[in-house]
Every structure is written in structure tokens, then in C-alpha cells.
């Protein structure tokens, strides 16, 4: 299986209607910071799958696959 990567992820989530204010305050990652991130893919590794398990279930609750 290929996972995609992260920033992609988001920016594709992000796309579909998801807020950005929804992964900010899950991860408590400010908006500056958030944004470098997402650019250069610099998330740690509990942030990363904060963001994952965010997107997941907010795809899911909105019947995106």
C-alpha cells in the first residue's frame, strides 16, 4: 500500500472543505509554523499522526473516500 504524504494529504483534504483551523487546534501547531510544515513536510511524529487520525475520521464522517 502507498500512503501519501502528509502535505498532500492535507492540502487535498483541505480542498474537499476541511478547515484548517480543525488541524491547528488538534495538533496546537500555530498557523505560521503549520504552514512551514505543510511546505518543507517537517511534521514530528506525533503531530503526523494526530494529522492523520484527524483527517481519517473527518473524511469519513463526511463520506469522502
Known sequence: ???TKLPDLILDSMELGMNKKLLLLA???DD???DHMVEYDKF???SAIKLRRIIKEWRK???IF
Request: no cysteine; charged share 25%.
Open 1 to 3: 500500500m502507498i500512503e
Open 27 to 29: 495538533t496546537g501547531i
Open 32 to 34: 505560521e509554523t503549520f
Open 44 to 46: 514530528d511524529h506525533e
Open 61 to 63: 464522517a463526511n463520506a
